[in-house]
Structure formats: C-alpha cells, structure tokens
C-alpha cells in the first residue's frame, strides 16, 4: 500500500515535471458513467457577424477594419463544460471536449448528458483544450489528431478560421488563421462564464432545456485590436502574434437566452 | 587430402573466430522480456507504462506499424526506413531522412533507444510527448507526407491489422491513440544500457577499460561530459555547439519552435550511446566520423550567437592522442546485445 501511493506520487510529480498542467484529469479514458437521474442541457451556438446577420460559410461580410471576406473553414474547441445550481452545487461534464466545425450542424450543438435534476443559473466553459490534454500524449474522440493538431510541434489549434478577403496580401488572397498555444503568457485558451438567474433553466428528467449562445465572428477581428487583412492575412504559429487572436476572440461568444 | 582439409577446417576457425564477438558482451536474450526497465543508477524515466500498459500483442503490432509502409501516402516509407536495426535505429550513412518521391529531409534521423527518458523529441524539441513523436515524420511532406485519417482509414481496411488492433486493444475499431500507444510499446522498450562501459562501470563479467578507453573517459569527464551527462549521456538541453550555418537548410534549430532569437541555432544535446554506430553526425548529417567531430570541437567552434557558455571560442584542447583515446572510449558505448536484439527487427524479413 505504501509503495503504491509512493508510486502514485512519483508518477504524478514527473507528470508534472514534464510538463505544466492546469488541471485536469490526464487519464484521457472517459470515466464508465454512474447511472444519475437527470437529463440532457443542449448548448446551442448560434454564429453570427456583429451579433445580427447570421453567419453563413463562403457567405460574403465586412470585417471591422471595413475589409471584406468570406470564410471556408471555422473550426474550435470548447471544453470542460460546468453548470451551477442555483444553490450553488456545480456539475462538470466528463470528458468535456467538443469540436465546434461551422460545416457540420449536429457539433454545434453539445448534448451535455446526465445532468442531476435541479434548477440551472450559470454555464462555463473554455474556448481551448486545457493544458494537461496538450501534455498527455496521443488522445482520443474529439480531441485524436486532426488537422486541428499540430504534430511538428507538439499541441492543439484551439482556433481556426480561414477564408479569402480581396485586401489579403497573400497566395490566391487567402486568410489562415490558426491559432494555437497551451501555456505560458501567449496561451490562447479563453473562458466563458455566463449567468442567466433571472431564468433559470430547469433539468427535471422530462425537460430538456437548451442555452443558446451567439458567436460573433466579427469579435475575432474587432478588439481590442481590429485586424487589417491588408496586413494581417495569416497567422500559423504559437506566440505574441496568436495571442492577439485570442484577446480578440475572449469576448466572441454572448449569451442569448435559455428554452426550458 | 587430409592436409587440405585440415588447412581448411584451420582458416575456417581463424575466420570464425575473427567474427565470433566476445561471449562475456553478448548474452542471449530471453525469448519474451517485455517489461518496463530502469537500470542500475538511473533517473526515473518521463513516460511509464502504467496507463498505456505493455502486453507482447502490443508490442507486435507496435513493430509491424513501425515497419509499416502504408504510414506513408504513397506505401513506399516506413519508419524502418530511415531507423535502421543494425545502426541503431539511425540511417546508416544518411545525412539526412529520404522521404517519399526521393525527397531529403532537412535533418538526419537520431538513432532510437532510452526514449522514455527525453522529456521532448526532435532536434528541436518540438514534441513533448514520446506517443505523439511518430506524428512528425508521419505528416512531414519530405519524409512520409500522410494525414493521419487517410492512414487510419488504409490501417482499418486491412484485415491484418483489424485482426492484431482487436488482440493488443480488444477492439477492431482501429483508432490513432491506440496506434500511437502500440508504437509508444515497441519503441519505448529499446532500451540499451548493456555496452562494455556500462559492464565496466556495473564491475560485471569482469570486464574492464583499456589504457586508451579509460584515459578517453577521464578526458569525456573532463571536456564532454557537462552536456553529454551520463548514465544517458545526454542533458537533453538545447545547446549552440558553434557549428556554422548550412546555407541551405539555414536551420534555426529550437527558435524554429520558440521564436526566441536566444534559441537560434540551438539543437537538442544527443545521446551518445552507441554513437559509433549512428554516423553520420549533428543534427544536419555534416560530418561522416568520429575524428571529424572531435576536429570541429578543437578547430572548428563559429560563434555566431548563443555559441554555448561550456564551449570555449577557441575550442577544446585535445592532443591527436587524446582525441584517439576518446574515441575509444566513445567505442565502449556500443550495445551489442540492443544492437542484435531480433525482438526489435523487421518481422517481414
């Protein structure tokens, strides 16, 4: 017994040698799930320009700076997925990880399962993949290498917008924009908080309530630094650079209200 | 008649003889040793097998996707290809990695053992993760230029491998962690920690240095050891080692990864285990021995930036002599019993 927890501390120190971690389960297996009583909550995100127009793949809009673009590809991840109670007790989503892809309708809606019954007041999440799955070697389902993964050097594009706009400087006026870095101060993992108390959504076992979010792509290019695509058309590496993206993208995504 | 053939069975034993390696350095291997290593004296090593644990159907099927052409986009490249057994895992006379269509590769392919010691892979350290290692060479347009799912999807049609992913996994759902996982198997258990020196220094089968070896080694100690520290004789630091600038490559080594113009022309310190066998040498393949090597150390330092603080500018001072004892004692770092060991060689041949 006592050579296992000796055992266990070793691992978990060089775990965390090897690596800085935010926290979180490394163990990439989802834990079997316990039979709860409860129900689905539905997180919707609904994507928009400027909060108003909706947002359309290959449709063609005007940026901030006034540039105009339309966008191909718009991938990224929100994971570890928390509703609070009213009474303040929390429930987290196991194994909280969710490729959003525009392209394809079912991934951006998230079937949070097994939610306890209760009365729900505030939802969290980070728009990223935490530290710890970036340091945790090869992973599975949503979060298995794609081409959201950069394998030359070593983690997650959190991010990933790209299109054409006619001010791009670049190849065939392309727009790429992948964004990427698990630590340090150009980190570019961002989270969401949003409080609905004045109502509540309430998980009962026959209701299946569902929290719609609005995600302005427009945020991406607008603050705190408007983007210029005559002069900023790509961005593929971890760093300074990237992190403008994210400072940029923090405030992306608004709450817009709850169907019980 | 007789004569001849006593002449015969004569040059017979002195060619054998000659071949015959000595019996106290070669041992034979048990037939199914597939267990987790650390040697005598060694740290800790980063990756251990306790969630990804080792079973022999693993690490079969570890060893047929290591040399597995169907990695590749065009089924022509495993990693076998550019790791091979007999140079310890490195491309034997290869400055760098051929890679599909006759492509070069921009560095050369370090030899393969103690890996779940490196705390990061590459010469830049780009990875952070021995499971996600084979994902660099495998997407590298100039070395196997795959996507991942094309390969997924080709691994998932063969009947071969549903049948050996349903033994290592339980499952014929053939997925990329489990894949990355029966390579981490295969890989991770080559260990070698059974050359002359390592005997010498564990006093085993009575073996001991020669004059020149030990005095090699006191020098090694001396002028080489801050960065190549034993018992992996790496320090896995990124280290400027005042080699002048490819023009071609113009390989910026770590800064490639940070971005950090402190970085600039730094590369991971190898392991110089077996090194005798892993030629040609640094991370661009430039020199074919051991002499040229030790010839860029005492004559050939280019300070351009961040040359390392344990190098002087003017190089070390090494005498013909002592650069001849080093290199015998650099020979004692060979593994014969790693280097022979068939549990890591191609099953297809």
């Known amino acids: 017994m006592k050579n296992t927890i000796k055992f266990i501390l070793i691992v978990l120190w060089l775990g965390f040698l090897s690596c800085k971690k935010d926290t979180k389960d490394p163990d990439p297996q989802p834990e079997p799930l316990a039979p709860v009583t409860g129900d689905t909550i539905k997180v919707i995100f609904e994507h928009t320009v400027n909060d108003t127009l909706v947002f359309n793949l290959n449709q063609k809009y005007v940026n901030p700076n006034l540039d105009t673009f339309k966008v191909s590809i718009l991938k990224y991840y929100i994971s570890n997925v928390v509703v609070t109670k009213t009474d303040n007790s929390t429930f987290a989503e196991a194994n909280s990880y969710h490729l959003i892809d525009v392209s394809n309708y079912n991934s951006t809606v998230l079937n949070i399962l097994n939610v306890p019954n209760g009365s729900y007041k505030s939802i969290s999440f980070t728009l990223g993949v935490d530290s710890a799955r970036n340091c945790s070697g090869a992973q599975s389902g949503e979060l298995a290498p794609s081409d959201m993964f950069w394998s030359w050097f070593t983690g997650y594009i959190m991010f990933k917008l790209e299109g054409t706009s006619p001010q791009a400087v670049s190849s065939n006026k392309q727009l790429q924009f992948h964004i990427g870095g698990y630590g340090g101060v150009n980190k570019v993992q961002r989270n969401f908080n949003f409080n609905f108390a004045t109502t509540p959504s309430n998980v009962s076992g026959s209701t299946s309530p569902s929290i719609h979010l609005s995600a302005d792509i427009n945020e991406v290019f607008k603050t705190p630094a408007t983007i210029n695509f005559a002069t900023q058309s790509s961005q593929v590496s971890v760093g300074p650079n990237a992190k403008i993206y994210a400072d940029n993208y923090a405030d992306m995504i608004h709450f817009k209200h709850v169907h019980n | ?349």
């Open chain 2, 1 to 349: 008649m007789n004569k001849i053939a006593i002449i015969v069975l004569l040059f017979g034993v002195v060619i054998f003889g000659a071949c015959k390696v000595d019996p106290k350095i070669i041992e034979p291997l048990p037939a199914n040793n597939l267990v987790e290593i650390i040697p005598e004296g060694w740290p800790q090593p980063k990756y251990t097998y306790s969630v990804n644990t080792i079973s022999e159907d693993k690490f079969v099927l570890g060893r047929a996707l290591f040399y597995e052409t169907m990695l590749s986009v065009t089924d022509s490249i495993s990693c076998g290809s550019c790791h091979q057994d007999f140079s310890a895992f490195s491309h034997s006379g290869h400055k760098v990695s051929h890679g599909i269509y006759d492509r070069l590769g921009k560095r050369n392919a370090p030899g393969i053992f103690n890996l779940t010691w490196h705390p990061y892979f590459m010469h830049d350290g780009g990875i952070n993760h021995i499971e996600l290692q084979p994902l660099g060479p495998i997407s590298n347009t100039l070395e196997m230029g795959a996507d991942i799912n094309p390969v997924m999807t080709k691994l998932q049609a063969s009947s071969k491998y549903q049948g050996m992913f349903k033994k290592a996994f339980g499952t014929d759902t053939i997925t990329s962690q489990n894949m990355l996982r029966a390579i981490t198997v295969f890989m991770g258990l080559m260990y070698s920690y059974n050359s002359k020196f390592d005997y010498y220094k564990r006093h085993e089968n009575n073996i001991d240095l020669t004059a020149s070896e030990l005095n090699g080694y006191n020098l090694f100690t001396a002028k080489c050891s801050g960065c190549h520290t034993e018992p992996l004789f790496s320090d896995f630091a990124f280290r400027n080692n005042g080699l002048s600038v490819d023009p071609f490559y113009q390989d910026s080594g770590r800064a490639h990864i940070t971005g950090m113009p402190q970085d600039r022309y730094k590369f991971k310190t190898p392991s110089l285990r077996n090194v005798a066998k892993t030629a040609p040498y640094m991370h661009d393949g430039r020199f074919n021995t051991l002499n040229e090597c030790l010839d860029h150390y005492t004559n050939g330092i280019t300070n351009l930036i961040n040359l390392d603080p344990l190098i002087p500018n003017s190089g070390l001072q090494l005498s013909a002599q002592e650069k001849l004892d080093i290199i015998a004692f650099l020979n004692t770092l060979t593994d014969y019993k790693y280097l022979g060991d068939r549990r890591f060689a191609n099953p297809n041949f």
